[in-house]
């Protein structure tokens, strides 16, 4: 007994050291469902996040992993300028053979107890057919088809959103945000890394492109005239700009050393190992950061807009607002000497503090 009750004061310590409002761990034996919501935070408005279904090592690796991406999702809110909270969801399972009508409506029963506290999306492991299941059974979903009401895929917005990152910050390193003859190495080229390969190609960037899955990673590069390289070779590549669009961490101790890249700038979530070392690694490094919460956010804001009633150019304005967006946040790192990183989560903090003021006051 006394091993479990440990285990639950870790649990618990964890979630009060994340600073989260409210953790759930959803399980139905029935479907096969074990899952994890996790709200961050929702003083801007109810949390939103995507589902991300991972063959995850143990449960102990899950639950950081949703902590760790519904953190994000409150910055990314806050500094998007959008009135949504941040949490996020796991589902513990292979995606490709576990997955079934069944658990996903399950899992959407326990996103309907929470009241509409926590509203979510697709993510990896996920996709708009998942979405129309939740849907069944509760109305807080986004990111379902467009025939059934709703934005559709939000890949495109995403990679629309990190394409004007890396142009703010191309703007800064090189003095104009012309992307011609630059080159950039994709990592990861799933429904978003593929937009953005596109993106770049058609302003004539020279784009090399890894992925896990060989087939894929041959259409792309058949497609798109990009250059496939493999996995272990980027990091040694004399590129402009790294992108990374597949898991998070790989801007750690080991992959800075070698990188001779100026700018990193891509979608995949949680990119520094460490948020503290790395950050300032980097700073030291002269490679420029951008904030993969502040410029992958197109996504959040095409679920925004769903769920506001926005059209899609209401949409397009607010995810060009993320090139201004990481200029304000570059200056303020060079002001201030601080990481891009850190500058980002001043600037998302500061609005929470305003928001909450005006919240408690009736």
């Known amino acids: 007994m006394s091993g479990n009750s440990s285990t639950v004061n870790s649990i618990l310590d964890q979630i009060g050291a994340s600073g989260h409002k409210k953790v759930v761990f959803c399980n139905d034996p029935d479907t096969g469902l074990k899952a994890i919501i996790a709200i961050h935070d929702t003083t801007l408005g109810p949390a939103i996040g995507g589902t991300r279904m991972w063959n995850y090592a143990s449960e102990a690796e899950a639950l950081e992993d949703v902590?760790?991406?519904?953190?994000?999702?409150?910055y990314k809110s806050a500094i998007t300028g959008i009135n949504?909270?941040?949490?996020?969801?796991v589902i513990i399972g292979d995606s490709r053979k576990q997955k079934s009508e069944a658990m996903m409506r399950s899992y959407g029963r326990f996103i309907k107890n929470l009241n509409g506290e926590f509203i979510t999306a697709e993510d990896v492991g996920t996709n708009t057919r998942d979405m129309e299941y939740i849907r069944m059974e509760t109305t807080h979903v986004t990111g379902v088809p467009e025939s059934l009401g709703g934005a559709g895929d939000p890949s495109p917005t995403t990679a629309k959103g990190v394409y004007l990152g890396i142009k703010a910050c191309v703007k800064e390193v090189f003095g104009t945000?012309?992307?011609a003859g630059r080159s950039v190495v994709v990592q990861g080229i799933g429904n978003v890394g593929e937009h953005?390969?596109?993106?770049?190609?058609?302003?004539?960037v020279e784009v090399y492109i890894s992925d896990i899955n060989e087939d894929r990673l041959q259409h792309v590069a058949r497609t798109y005239k990009a250059k496939p390289i493999a996995a272990d070779k980027i990091f040694g590549l004399n590129a402009d700009i790294y992108a990374p669009c597949a898991l998070g961490a790989t801007v750690n101790d080991r992959t800075i050393d070698k990188m001779k890249f100026a700018i990193i700038a891509g979608?995949?979530?949680?990119?520094?190992?460490?948020?503290q070392v790395h950050g300032k690694k980097l700073l030291e490094k002269g490679i420029l950061f951008a904030p993969d919460y502040l410029i992958n956010a197109g996504g959040l804001i095409s679920c925004y807009s769903e769920l506001t009633g926005y059209g899609k150019k209401r949409t397009t304005q607010l995810t060009e607002n993320i090139y201004n967006a990481t200029r304000d946040v570059i200056k303020m790192s060079k002001k201030d000497n601080i990481p891009t990183v850190w500058a980002a989560n001043r600037i998302a903090e500061q609005?929470?503090?305003?928001?909450?003021?005006i919240k408690s006051s009736f």
Do not use: F, H, P
């Open 196 to 204: 953005l390969v596109e993106l770049l190609r058609a302003e004539n």
């Open 67 to 74: 902590l760790r991406l519904s953190r994000a999702m409150t």
């Open 351 to 357: 609005r929470i503090i305003d928001i909450k003021k």
């Open 267 to 275: 979608s995949a979530n949680n990119q520094l190992a460490d948020e």
């Open 177 to 179: 945000d012309m992307l």
């Open 84 to 89: 949504l909270g941040g949490g996020n969801a």
